[in-house]
């Protein structure tokens, strides 16, 4: 019973943040998320799937392409937090751990204004394919994660993590790189 009712309110979901303009393609599952505004600002592709306390926040003046994508059958796991102002893409195939934050931007540093008066500075962030990130993982403005990348959980991502590597650390750093299975034939 609990799976229908979970079932029912992630349609409802669907078509209240579609009709606020949210790109929606195909299906997403969807608990209870926070989408505060610039709701056409974020695509999100059919077959993904975001947890309970989700946050996907997009600030600034609305641009031609979406500041936020999110690839099909990814899963975002709860309390992640998603905050762009010009392009936060994640790919396809992706695991997100729980607590983690990923943006494409932070404040400027000038010592003649507040910390909050700072103007923002914006740089893409990419994450690729098939990439696994661990529990209260920060991704940083300008970083990308290349292909089958594993981040290990607490690390601090504040550079370019190359495809297949598995990083950890505060900042990561990259400590071995996965092999594909090898496929043993047997013959007869």
């Keep these: ?52 306390g989700v946050v996907l926040l997009c600030s600034g003046e609305p641009l031609p392409h979406p500041k936020i994508r999110i690839g099909t059958r990814t899963y975002i796991n709860r309390n992640t937090f998603l905050d762009a102002t010009l392009s936060l893409e994640i790919g396809k195939e992706c695991g997100i751990g729980p607590g983690c934050y990923i943006t494409d931007h932070d404040h400027g540093t000038d010592l003649a204004f507040p910390p909050l008066g700072q103007p ?49 650390g505060v900042p990561a750093r990259v400590i071995k790189f996965r092999k594909a299975r090898e496929l043993v034939l047997e013959h007869s």
Excluded: Q
């Design 120 to 168: 923002m500075v914006s740089s893409p962030t990419r994450i690729g394919d098939r990439v696994w990130i661990g529990a209260n993982v920060t991704v940083l403005k300008g970083v990308k994660i290349g292909d089958d990348a594993i981040i290990g959980a607490g690390s601090v991502v504040t550079k370019d993590i190359p495809e297949r590597a598995i990083a950890v």
């Design 1 to 52: 019973m609990r799976r229908a009712i979970a079932g029912i309110k992630s349609r409802w979901r669907n078509l209240y943040y579609r009709k606020l303009g949210v790109r929606l393609h195909g299906y997403v599952w969807m608990r209870e998320i926070e989408i505060p505004r610039n709701f056409s600002d974020i695509e999100l592709e059919g077959g993904c799937s975001l947890d309970r």
